[in-house]
């Protein structure tokens, strides 16, 4: 009987030294993490609003983070940095806008932490969309053509109709991106966390 105290006191003990360690403490110090404002008084990071939440949620829905990671790890710890993935380590103070965090569970593909730095151009990202490996030559990423419409070239080929290396894969025909495909595209141009910040110097 005596022994089944103590054994329940340890597992309390061990429970509650858990929770106080790895929830209570770290909230504590994260509470206080507000945005930084940057040379030209814009804050870093910024708040997300209408598309990027949107395409924040496709991101999701499509399982984008199952295969990419959006935290790019210091230096003693990999290649991220040298493989140019980002200017400097993640913080948390990046993820203070993100409920919850989608830093991703493995690198199938390369980190997007900071895609919309590397790769700022709407057009490349709907390409790669669409296509994978018409951007990116040997990618595993499968193709999402159920975010894109074809459309028939009446007089003017729309503006927002991609290009193709090699022409249009059906004559008089375009590919139109959808509204989901936009959205998605806007949150990917959003993940730009190369501003500086004080905890990454």
């Known amino acids: 009987m005596n022994r089944a105290v103590w054994l329940y006191l340890g597992v309390l003990l061990t429970v509650i030294s858990s929770f106080v360690g790895l929830v209570r ?14 040379d030209l008084g814009v804050e870093r990071p910024q708040r997300p609003d209408g598309g990027v939440l949107a395409g924040r949620a496709e991101y999701i829905g499509l399982g984008c983070l199952y295969c990419h990671s959006q935290q790019v790890r210091p230096e003693e710890f990999g290649a991220d940095l040298a493989r140019g993935w980002g200017s400097r380590r993640t913080v948390a103070r990046d993820y203070i806008w993100d409920v919850p965090p989608v830093m991703g569970t493995m690198r199938t593909g390369p980190d997007l932490a900071n895609i ?14 669409f296509r994978p490996r018409l951007t990116s030559s040997g990618s595993t990423m499968p193709e999402y053509p159920f975010l894109f419409e074809s459309q028939r070239v009446e007089l003017q080929r729309p503006a927002e109709a991609l290009s193709f290396p090699q022409g249009e894969p059906r004559q008089g025909w375009v590919v139109v991106p959808t509204q989901r495909a936009r959205d998605l595209v ?8 190369s501003y500086p910040v004080p905890e990454a110097r």
């Open 116 to 129: 919309g730095a590397r790769q700022p151009s709407p057009a490349w990202h709907l390409l790669h969309l």
């Open 25 to 38: 403490i770290p909230a504590r110090q994260l509470r206080g993490l507000l945005p930084i404002k940057d």
């Open 186 to 193: 806007t949150y990917l141009r959003s993940l730009d966390h």
